[in-house]
């Protein structure tokens, strides 16, 4: 066996590859039908007359059965030795293919070719269909316009094959940019297109997914580049309309059952195999080229499926195709299936089960395997969440890669072209769902004992394992800031929930507990990135589906009414968050208790809304119960009562009280310094706080340094780009300009305005206030011609995004009037401060800080 570790240039990674290629004793032919990759590559590849890619390399290395936990130690070999090939050829080369080539080898499209998404593995003696990609390379793209055709047919005839045959094309042709995106809904179309984004480098990792998607969007549209992208399944109209480039040189496909695509897009419409092809289909993948293959396929009705499934049995199994025709037509359908299969293509649900039966019956767990793919997500299953665990015992992930490698032989899954994903066909799902609905047989418990649904329902029990697979997968994501890590992980457990809850809605007439608490964890980890509108949605249907499901008193239904409650304060919308943490606390006293450590994190959480909201009357009293009760309940050195500690001292600095706010925080960052440690997140919270507070008290000789020294440990444990990050790198501007510095002040608030609208969008409430910030440091230097026109926007973009009466808007109003009375335009500026100062009495009262500042500003006018 090759060791990865040894290899360290170009000749030690074909030399292994050489060994490996002899260990395994299949011919290129048979390696190439394994992997969908061509004959003539492997043999270069091998033998060194070109370098492979990684995507390449890493599905022959799964055809060689080198496991799973072994790659990463090929991936580094494959580093290693492609710094060699780059160093002996002098940096990277692109070659250039004849346009428009099917055959020969891979071209090596260079370093900068970008392909996204899962695109479908070539499968198993594989139809091209010549006409049909014909049809699609003649289109010629008008003046300005994308050319976008929708690729139409019903079930099984290959649709999603004839645009994934067209990507590996385009992929052999070099062509920069190849996506392929779920188009199942909006959701999964932005997600795919903000993961395009990051591989664009047009976005960070962390980008809104909106944002992102748009962004990758309008690349596409303005690229003078070709490039191609698939909408894959697509199902509604207006979903995909509003995604799809209207301009540019990136060709479209959309895959799509829903023929009124028709009216908006030129159309190309799949049809079942022509006889010829079925047959030739048949005689490639069963070897066997005698009789009878044409009387198989017309039973079929020369459906690609179903042809596939025929092809798959009859190898297996070593069957004559008349002796398939006996199973096939003896088959006994309706003790699988409702109504005899009726909403089938002829023939096409029999072959589907005798493929299923004969897998199951010679291939340990697949039934197991195949009834959870059928209820998980079609357009792919990740094996990370297979694997069920971080850290899975190699020899488990061995046998489930054996497991899924078996299933795909037999056509009834498939792989995408790097193998980390698996598809099941909507067709072979449905069969498999209505199966299990019509014979109900007992397969076990659900995963809580005491649920009420009944356990004599095998499609409840099915449920039920899928649901238990991706618990197990969400305890491997982080929370809070280190959710930015894992956002991938956080959008795979998005899709499949999102499956799941639309499936047991329709199977059980509502989600159960356990999948409505996922739900509720996609929405909160949404908060942590920022993707504020996504979280609202997902958030307001779990708690509606848990006050149907377990009531409104329940404890889960008042967490996610909390976690609802973040997603609103976070976007702005304090009037909604208020209304619903009011309610929370109120039924957390009720149904917990006074000393639940719930209805205290209840209490500090509505305390801390009040204060966003200018109410520091009801906010600081709020605070100090909060801390009072915890410190009684929990103790001083609990860190939920340091929580409620630094959140007083901010209530209080809010007020003005600084007297009362700086020994406060620096006892808290004293007790986090000790018993958290100095780079806890918490700490850093703590340190950025005090420096806040040194800073309104003008003490910038300890807020300086103390933001500088917080912005470098930021910067190293969350990244340059993380939220708190940008937040402290703001303050400190704020600060160098408070010191008069506006030669760094300036620059950084504008490095950091730039971020944010890059990170969060150009609508976030962060990103609102980074422009007041720039816009202040503008009026500071006396450069009204751009501190003006800066607040306005950024006033009007307030009121939008926070509301009128938003503590923020006011402000904004204070320093644009304050603006217009430095450029000497007194009249607006008299009449906005009387304006605002009549808001900040009406929201915030006679005595608040801002409400004082305002009516010192206008008084010194008069």
């Known amino acids: 066996m090759a060791d990865p570790s040894a290899i360290r240039t170009r000749a030690d990674l074909h030399a292994a590859l050489q060994r490996l290629h002899r260990a395994d004793g299949r011919s290129y032919l048979e390696l190439a039908e394994a992997t969908g990759v061509a004959v003539a590559t492997l043999n270069d590849?091998?033998?060194?007359?070109?370098?492979?890619?990684?995507?390449?390399?890493?599905?022959v290395l799964r055809a060689w059965d080198i496991r799973s936990n072994r790659l990463p130690a090929w991936r580094e070999a494959y580093v290693r030795a492609e710094a060699d090939h780059k160093a002996r050829r002098g940096g990277p080369q692109t070659s250039t293919p004849t346009s428009g080539s099917t055959s020969g080898p891979d071209p090596e499209p260079g370093s900068g070719q970008i392909v996204e998404g899962d695109i479908p593995q070539r499968p198993r003696a594989f139809q091209q269909r010549p006409v049909l990609l014909e049809?699609?390379?003649?289109?010629?793209?008008?003046?300005?316009?994308?050319?976008?055709?929708?690729?139409?047919?019903?079930?099984?005839?290959?649709?999603?094959?004839?645009?994934?045959?067209?990507?590996?094309?385009?992929?052999?042709?070099?062509?920069?940019?190849?996506?392929?995106?779920?188009?199942?809904?909006?959701?999964?179309?932005?997600?795919?297109?903000?993961?395009?984004?990051?591989?664009?480098?047009?976005?960070?990792?962390?980008?809104?997914?909106?944002?992102?998607?748009?962004?990758?969007?309008?690349?596409?549209?303005?690229?003078?580049?070709?490039?191609?992208?698939?909408?894959?399944?697509?199902?509604?109209?207006?979903?995909?309309?509003?995604?799809?480039?209207?301009?540019?040189?990136?060709?479209?496909?959309i895959t799509t059952r829903n023929r009124a695509f028709h009216?908006?897009?030129?159309?190309?419409?799949?049809?079942?195999?022509?006889?010829?092809?079925?047959?030739?289909?048949?005689?490639?993948?069963?070897?066997?080229?005698?009789?009878?293959?044409?009387?198989?396929?017309?039973?079929?009705?020369?459906?690609?499926l179903a042809v596939a499934q025929a092809g798959a049995l009859i190898a297996r199994r070593r069957l004559t195709y008349s002796g398939y025709l006996t199973l096939l037509r003896e088959f006994p359908l309706p003790g699988y299936l409702p109504s005899a299969g009726d909403g089938y293509p002829h023939g096409t649900a029999q072959a589907i089960l005798l493929s299923i039966i004969s897998c199951e019956e010679n291939i340990p767990r697949a039934r197991e395997m195949l009834e959870l793919l059928s209820v998980l997500c079609a357009a792919g299953v990740p094996r990370a969440i297979l694997y069920g665990t971080p850290d899975p015992d190699p020899a488990a992930t061995a046998e489930l890669d054996r497991l899924l490698a078996d299933l795909a032989d037999t056509s009834l899954i498939s792989f995408s072209e790097d193998g980390s994903t698996v598809f099941m066909h909507r067709l072979i799902q449905r069969v498999l769902r209505e199966r299990a609905r019509h014979t109900?047989?007992?397969?076990?418990?659900?995963?809580?004992?005491?649920?009420?649904?009944?356990?004599?329902?095998?499609?409840?029990?099915?449920?039920?394992?899928?649901?238990?697979?991706?618990?197990?997968?969400?305890?491997?994501?982080?929370?809070?800031?280190?959710?930015?890590?894992?956002?991938?992980?956080?959008?795979?457990?998005?899709?499949?929930?999102?499956?799941?809850?639309?499936?047991?809605n329709a199977e059980l007439g509502h989600p159960p507990a356990d999948l409505i608490n996922l739900r509720g964890w996609c929405g909160r980890y949404l908060i942590d990135l920022a993707d504020l509108s996504r979280a609202a949605v997902v958030l307001t249907q779990t708690v509606a589906d848990s006050e149907r499901v377990q009531g409104s008193d329940h404890p889960n239904t008042l967490n996610s009414r909390t976690y609802l409650a973040y997603a609103y304060r976070a976007a702005g919308d304090l009037g909604q968050a208020l209304s619903l943490l009011e309610q929370t606390m109120t039924d957390s006293e009720r149904v917990l208790g006074r000393d639940h450590s719930d209805t205290l994190a209840s209490r500090n959480n509505l305390a801390s809304v009040y204060e966003s909201a200018g109410d520091l009357a009801r906010a600081i009293p709020l605070f100090e119960q909060a801390l009072a009760e915890r410190e009684r309940l929990l103790g001083g050195e609990h860190p939920d009562t340091l929580i409620?500690?630094?959140?007083?001292?901010?209530?209080?600095?809010?007020?003005?009280?600084?007297?009362?706010?700086?020994?406060?925080?620096?006892?808290?960052?004293?007790?986090?310094?000790?018993?958290?440690g100095g780079d806890h997140l918490e700490t850093l919270t703590s340190r950025n706080d005090l420096a806040g507070a040194y800073r309104v008290a003008g003490d910038l000789n300890r807020a300086i340094p103390l933001y500088e020294q917080t912005l470098s440990d930021y910067e190293r444990i969350l990244g340059s780009d993380h939220p708190h990050t940008l937040n402290t790198r703001n303050n400190l501007a704020t600060a160098y300009r408070a010191a008069g510095d506006l030669g760094r002040a300036i620059p950084l608030h504008e490095q950091t305005l730039s971020e944010r609208e890059r990170v969060l969008g150009g609508e976030h409430p962060d990103t609102v206030l980074s422009r007041n910030n720039l816009a202040g440091a503008y009026h500071a230097v006396g450069d009204l011609g751009r501190a003006i026109p800066l607040f306005e926007q950024t006033l009007s973009d307030s009121e939008r995004v926070l509301g009128m009466d938003h503590p923020h808007t006011l402000s904004t109003c204070n320093n644009l009037a304050h603006a217009y009375a430095s450029a000497g335009d007194l009249g607006r500026a008299i009449s906005l401060y009387e304006q605002t100062l009549a808001d900040c009495e009406r929201v915030l009262g006679s005595d608040h800080p801002t409400t004082k500042i305002v009516r010192n500003n206008l008084s010194a006018l008069r």
């Open 45 to 59: 590849m091998v033998n060194g007359k070109s370098f492979p890619r990684w995507r390449t390399l890493q599905a």
């Open 135 to 253: 049809a699609l390379k003649r289109r010629i793209r008008a003046e300005g316009e994308a050319v976008i055709d929708a690729v139409t047919g019903t079930p099984g005839v290959g649709k999603s094959m004839l645009a994934a045959s067209y990507a590996w094309e385009r992929q052999q042709a070099g062509w920069p940019v190849i996506a392929w995106i779920n188009a199942q809904g909006e959701d999964q179309i932005i997600t795919g297109l903000a993961a395009l984004a990051r591989r664009l480098n047009l976005h960070a990792e962390e980008d809104d997914a909106r944002a992102a998607a748009l962004k990758a969007r309008n690349h596409l549209a303005a690229s003078a580049q070709p490039g191609l992208l698939v909408f894959d399944n697509a199902v509604d109209v207006e979903a995909v309309r509003g995604w799809c480039p209207a301009t540019g040189a990136t060709r479209i496909l």
């Open 263 to 304: 009216a908006l897009f030129a159309p190309v419409e799949v049809d079942v195999f022509p006889a010829g092809q079925a047959v030739a289909f048949l005689h490639q993948r069963t070897g066997d080229t005698g009789p009878g293959a044409d009387a198989v396929a017309q039973e079929l009705g020369c459906l690609p």
């Open 440 to 504: 109900s047989r007992p397969t076990g418990q659900l995963s809580h004992p005491h649920d009420d649904i009944p356990h004599d329902d095998r499609m409840v029990a099915i449920l039920a394992r899928a649901i238990a697979l991706l618990r197990q997968f969400n305890a491997q994501i982080p929370v809070g800031p280190a959710t930015w890590t894992a956002r991938s992980a956080v959008e795979m457990l998005i899709e499949q929930t999102a499956t799941l809850h639309e499936l047991t």
């Open 644 to 676: 409620s500690r630094n959140n007083l001292a901010g209530a209080y600095e809010s007020a003005g009280k600084l007297e009362q706010a700086i020994p406060l925080y620096e006892t808290t960052l004293a007790e986090r310094e000790r018993l958290l």
